[in-house]
């Protein structure tokens, strides 16, 4: 009945129901199990108006809802656990022409971000947020977890560049947020509520983003240091500059080494640690020479500048192929995403480096090192149950150092499963129960994304 029901909606060749099919739309890039139930089909909508029927069925006969883009999800976050329906939403997937004069653009939640991003460039405008998934992440979903990327330091994530939203509550109703306008304060700002609800509250089917002026010079440098406590303080040092960069990412020597056996690029992997910094906007000759002068005082030995673009194209490419480079060293790669306030940068990756060797596990670790957000990489086989089970053991103590620092569980990833059972202690139980009662509020029937979250 539920089947048939949906067809109607959408039509017979936009759902799927065999086994083989729905499976592969229950999981994401985690490989987080969930129960041995099946979804009941994948369902992909090409309209706002099919979404709302959609909902308001399953609302009506309490079938629970996954709304899901690419999969590319680091937290669990669209992963099936009930035998739902799973709400794609790629063919919802168009563009429309930039508002050069207001400086936005109206997408849909299928919408590719790289595909955002080149339209906008074509027009001379600027969207910052980047994940490393950018070529297959849609907006939809890096609204969800209100992503960044690493132009986060300088321009900052998702939730800065959504201005206005349309979206489907679990009821059906079609509900319409801000507007194109970058000042608007008429009422609660429902806008940011959406942003990184994960699809606890409702299906996010349409956007207006802001745009900037495209950015055209840029220089980029690789610093590499003999120790991880002299990149990070080379961070500090930059900042004390007055300078802002627009990345300052951080690569340890296992990442490097990993990354050049997977993809050669000439990265020095003799080095325990390396500084991925781009310097944009004027006079980026000065901007890139008082960076470099700050990375020799902080210890550098050794600073390469990209002189062409297609240099600078190599090394966004190897930056870009750590989490592909990690899988050829075991199966899985359980990528996390933690942040510390700056200060603590030094203090948390030795903490990990140690909590890895205490557990003795591999790990590659990234970050956002401007803004305190690290990415280790812990490379696993989760068929190996002593491994996986030495994994969260150490992903407990990794939280919990964060948590003990002054951090946060999630920079852009989200909660979604993997993280749940530790909000609480990090919210506190008022802030806690407050976002229980606006799911409840939301979703009466605890139909959208159930288990997420909370």
């Not at 985690?30 to 959609?54: D, L, M, R, Y």
């Not at 027009?123 to 490393?132: A, C, E, I, V």
């Not at 969260?392 to 909660?415: P, R, Y």
């Amino acid at each position: 009945m539920i089947i048939d029901e949906i067809k109607k909606i959408v039509g017979a060749n936009n759902i799927l129901t065999e086994i083989e099919e729905v499976t592969v739309y229950s999981k994401d890039a985690t490989h987080f199990i969930g129960t041995t139930k099946t979804p009941i089909a994948a369902v992909f909508p090409t309209t706002i108006e099919q979404v709302s029927k959609v909902l308001k069925f399953c609302n009506e006969t309490k079938t629970p809802v996954i709304t899901r883009g690419a999969g590319t999800n680091m937290c669990a976050s669209c992963v099936d656990l009930d035998g739902s329906i799973i709400l794609n939403l790629a063919k919802m997937n168009t563009i429309d022409k930039p508002d050069t004069k207001n400086f936005t653009i109206k997408a849909q939640a299928g919408a590719i971000i790289s595909d955002i991003q080149n339209i906008a460039e074509q027009n001379g405008l600027f969207y910052p947020p980047d994940p490393s998934s950018c070529k297959v992440a849609t907006l939809g979903g890096t609204i969800a977890t209100s992503a960044g990327g690493s132009h986060t330091l300088k321009y900052g994530t998702t939730k800065d560049y959504v201005l206005g939203l349309t979206v489907v509550l679990a009821d059906g109703t079609i509900l319409k947020t801000g507007s194109n306008l970058i000042k608007d304060v008429s009422g609660y700002d429902l806008t940011r509520l959406f942003i990184g609800s994960e699809g606890t509250l409702g299906v996010v089917c349409e956007a207006i983003l802001k745009l900037i002026p495209k950015v055209e010079n840029k220089k980029l440098s690789l610093v590499y240091f003999n120790s991880v406590n002299e990149a990070a303080i080379a961070v500090n040092e930059i900042l004390k500059a007055y300078i802002t960069p627009s990345v300052i990412d951080f690569m340890d020597k296992n990442t490097l080494s990993t990354i050049e056996n997977f993809c050669p690029t000439g990265l020095l992997t003799d080095k325990e640690a390396c500084l991925l910094i781009e310097v944009d906007g004027f006079d980026v000759d000065y901007q890139q020479k008082v960076v470099e002068e700050a990375c020799k005082k902080a210890g550098a030995s050794d600073i390469i500048s990209a002189k062409t673009k297609e240099v600078e194209d190599k090394i966004w490419l190897a930056r870009r192929s750590a989490f592909g480079a990690c899988t050829k060293i075991a199966p899985d790669v359980m990528s996390e995403d933690i942040v510390v306030p700056k200060g603590k940068f030094p203090l948390i990756i030795e903490k990990i480096q140690e909590i890895a060797k205490k557990y003795n596990l591999k790990t590659a670790l990234l970050a956002h090192a401007g803004d305190g957000n690290i990415h280790p990489h812990f490379i696993i086989d989760i068929e190996n149950k002593d491994e996986t089970e030495r994994f969260l053991k150490a992903k407990d103590e990794m939280f919990k150092q964060a948590v003990e620092m002054g951090g946060t569980l999630s920079g852009e990833h989200g909660i979604g499963l993997e993280k749940k059972k530790y909000l609480p202690k990090l919210l506190g139980k008022e802030n806690y129960e407050i976002q229980k009662k606006l799911k409840q509020f939301f979703d009466k029937n605890g139909i959208m994304n159930p288990w997420k979250v909370f």
